[in-house]
C-alpha cells in the first residue's frame, strides 16, 4: 500500500525559505510521476497544482505561480521528494499535499490522475 508522509511546513515570514519532504513506500515508483498540490485556507475543498515530476526521467513541471521559485526534486534511493520554496509569499499560504499518479501518462496537472495523497503540511508565510 502506498504512503506518502509530508513534513517540512511551518511559519515563515515573507521572502524566506522553507523545503517540504515527502516519504514515499509501498511502490517502486518507476514510471509514476509524483508532486505537489496545495489547498488555501478559504477555497474550501478546491486543490492547486503546484509542481510534478516524473520519476524516471526527472521531467519537471510547474505552475505559474510557482515558476522559478519553487524547485521539486527527489533522492531515489531514500524514496523521498522534495519542494525547495524560495522567496514565499503571504498568498503561498496553505495546506501542501504530496501525491503521486501511477497511471504512466506523464505529468497532469489535474488531481484526478494522482491516485495517493498524502494528509498534508501546513506553510504559513506571514506579511
Known amino acids: 500500500q502506498v504512503q506518502l508522509v509530508e513534513s517540512g511546513g511551518g511559519l515563515v515570514q515573507a521572502g524566506g525559505s522553507l523545503r517540504l519532504s515527502c516519504a514515499a513506500s509501498?511502490?517502486?515508483?518507476?514510471?509514476?510521476?509524483m508532486g505537489w498540490f496545495r489547498q488555501f485556507p478559504k477555497n474550501g475543498r478546491e486543490r492547486e497544482f503546484v509542481a510534478a515530476m516524473r520519476w524516471n526521467d526527472q521531467e519537471t513541471y510547474y505552475s505559474d505561480s510557482v515558476k522559478g521559485r519553487f524547485t521539486i526534486s527527489r533522492d531515489n534511493a531514500e524514496n523521498m521528494v522534495y519542494l525547495l520554496m524560495n522567496s514565499l509569499k503571504p498568498e503561498d499560504t496553505a495546506l501542501y499535499y504530496c501525491v503521486a499518479d501511477v497511471t504512466g501518462t506523464g505529468i497532469q496537472v489535474e488531481e484526478g490522475y494522482y491516485s495517493y495523497w498524502g494528509r498534508g503540511t501546513q506553510v504559513t508565510v506571514s506579511s
Open positions: 509501498g511502490r517502486t515508483f518507476s514510471r509514476d510521476s
